[in-house]
C-alpha cells in the first residue's frame, strides 16, 4: 500500500510538470480519478450459483487513469464483491445448500495499458483497447467454519479490455466497455468449486466508469 500511494503521488507531480508542456487544450498528460460500477459474469458459473443463487455480481470502485495526447493511457483500478450466501455441495450435476451463512470477498487491483483511438469528426466519442494483470482477493469467511475452512487469499492474474469514451463536457466523460479476467490458482482446491470443477475466478464484466479530467 505503501510502495502504491508513493506510485500515485510521484505520478501526479509528474503529471502536473509534463501538462505545462502540452497545448491549452490538450495537455501533455492527463491525470484522472473515475468511480466505476460493473455487473460480472463470472466463469465459476455453477459455484456462485450455489452459493449466491446468481452467478452475475456487482463490483464497485475506482481509480485513476493517466492519459498521453497521442492516445496511450494507464488504468490503476480497485473495485470489491462482498455478498452473503450459503455453503452448498454438488452431486450429480445438481447443487444443494446447506442453509449455514458463508460471506464471499473479492478485491481487484488492476494494472491496464491500453490506446485510445481519435476518431476524424467525433472528437467526443473515444473508442480504446487495452490489456493488463492484477491481484486478486478472494475472502471466505462463515461463523460456524471449522479451523482452516475460512479462505483468505491472493493470486495473480490477467485482462482484456474494450470499449468507448463518451465526452460529455470538458471535464467529464463516461465510458462503457467489456472486461474479460482470468484468475487462477484460488478456485478448484476445495469447497463447491472443487466439487464443481471450476478454476477460474474471473469472469466477463459490463463495466460503466465516470472520469473526471480532460
Same mark, same amino acid.
Given at each position: 500500500?505503501?510502495?502504491?500511494?508513493?506510485?500515485?503521488?510521484?505520478? $501526479? !507531480?509528474?503529471?502536473?510538470? *509534463? %501538462?505545462?508542456?502540452?497545448?491549452?487544450?490538450?495537455?501533455?498528460? /492527463?491525470?484522472? +480519478? #473515475?468511480?466505476? $460500477? !460493473?455487473?460480472?459474469?463470472? *466463469? %465459476?458459473?455453477?459455484?456462485?450459483?450455489?452459493?449466491?443463487?446468481? /452467478?452475475?455480481? +456487482? #463490483?464497485?470502485?475506482?481509480?485513476?487513469?493517466?492519459?498521453?495526447?497521442?492516445?496511450?493511457?494507464?488504468?490503476?483500478?480497485?473495485?470489491?464483491?462482498?455478498?452473503?450466501?450459503?455453503?452448498?455441495?454438488?452431486?450429480?450435476?445438481?447443487?444443494?445448500?446447506?442453509?449455514?451463512?458463508?460471506?464471499?470477498?473479492?478485491?481487484?487491483?488492476?494494472?491496464?495499458?491500453?490506446?485510445?483511438?481519435?476518431?476524424?469528426?467525433?472528437?467526443?466519442?473515444?473508442?480504446?483497447?487495452?490489456?493488463?494483470?492484477?491481484?486478486?482477493?478472494?475472502?471466505?469467511?462463515?461463523?460456524?467454519?471449522?479451523?482452516?475452512?475460512?479462505?483468505?487469499?491472493?493470486?495473480?492474474?490477467?485482462?482484456?479490455?474494450?470499449?468507448?469514451?463518451?465526452?460529455?463536457?470538458?471535464?467529464?466523460?463516461?465510458?462503457?466497455?467489456?472486461?474479460?479476467?482470468?484468475?487462477?490458482?484460488?478456485?478448484?482446491?476445495?469447497?463447491?468449486?472443487?466439487?464443481?470443477?471450476?478454476?477460474?475466478?474471473?469472469?466477463?464484466?459490463?463495466?460503466?466508469?465516470?472520469?473526471?479530467?480532460?
Amino acid at each position: 500500500m505503501k510502495t502504491l500511494i508513493a506510485f500515485l503521488l510521484a505520478l $501526479a !507531480s509528474t503529471t502536473m510538470v *509534463a %501538462a505545462q508542456t502540452g497545448s491549452d487544450d490538450t495537455p501533455a498528460l /492527463s491525470l484522472r +480519478p #473515475f468511480f466505476m $460500477a !460493473s455487473g460480472e459474469q463470472l *466463469a %465459476a458459473k455453477n459455484s456462485f450459483e450455489a452459493v449466491f443463487g446468481q /452467478s452475475v455480481e +456487482p #463490483f464497485l470502485g475506482g481509480g485513476l487513469q493517466l492519459v498521453d495526447q497521442n492516445g496511450f493511457f494507464i488504468d490503476l483500478t480497485a473495485s470489491r464483491f462482498k455478498k452473503t450466501g450459503q455453503r452448498a455441495f454438488r452431486s450429480n450435476n445438481q447443487n444443494f445448500g446447506l442453509g449455514i451463512p458463508l460471506t464471499a470477498t473479492i478485491t481487484p487491483l488492476e494494472v491496464t495499458g491500453g490506446y485510445r483511438f481519435k476518431l476524424p469528426g467525433s472528437p467526443r466519442l473515444v473508442p480504446y483497447v487495452g490489456a493488463g494483470a492484477g491481484s486478486y482477493g478472494y475472502k471466505e469467511t462463515s461463523q460456524f467454519s471449522d479451523p482452516g475452512e475460512d479462505v483468505d487469499t491472493r493470486h495473480a492474474g490477467y485482462l482484456a479490455v474494450g470499449g468507448v469514451e463518451f465526452r460529455l463536457h470538458r471535464w467529464i466523460g463516461v465510458s462503457i466497455d467489456a472486461q474479460y479476467t482470468h484468475v487462477l490458482g484460488i478456485l478448484g482446491t476445495g469447497g463447491i468449486s472443487q466439487d464443481a470443477g471450476e478454476k477460474d475466478l474471473g469472469g466477463i464484466a459490463a463495466r460503466v466508469k465516470v472520469l473526471i479530467g480532460r
